[in-house]
Nanobody, 126 residues
Framework: QAQLVESGGGSVQSGGSLRLSCAAS????????MGWFRQTPENEREGVAG???????NYADSVKGRFTISRDMSKDTLYLEMSSLKPEDTAMYYC????????????????????WGQGTQVTVSS
């Protein structure tokens, strides 16, 4: 059964850094488009970063230059390196995979993704 487990969240001060991890089981992450999303109680789940099977990446404008998505195919683990964190980055962060194997998603829309993990909380204080 496909499963994703996130870890690495925590509380940091503004300007700090965190690295989130997402361990996959039941499938090979390089075969799918993988994404990181975040959600607050007030907002809908929004796409943060994505990585395609060919390794190309995509970022939300709000995190470009600060966040980096990567993967370790030998461990089937997805990462999100976050730096220069801001209070507005505070949210629950989730990883997920695209529904269609091998498809290159150009938009990070939550409805196109499945196998959501349980999430990991990131809190940035000013």
């Amino acid at each position: 059964q496909a499963q994703l487990v996130e870890s690495g969240g925590g509380s940091v001060q503004s300007g700090g850094s965190l690295r989130l991890s997402c361990a996959a089981s039941g499938y090979t992450i390089s075969s799918y488009y993988m994404g990181w999303f975040r959600q607050t109680p007030e907002n809908e789940r929004e796409g943060v970063a994505g990585i395609a099977s060919d390794g190309s990446t995509n970022y939300a404008d709000s995190v470009k230059g600060r966040f980096t998505i990567s993967r370790d195919m030998s461990k089937d683990t997805l990462y999100l390196e976050m730096s220069s964190l801001k209070p507005e980055d505070t949210a629950m962060y989730y990883c997920a995979r695209g529904y269609r194997r091998g498809f290159h998603y150009t938009l990070l829309r939550a409805q196109d993704f499945t196998s959501w993990g349980q999430g990991t909380q990131v809190t940035v204080s000013s």
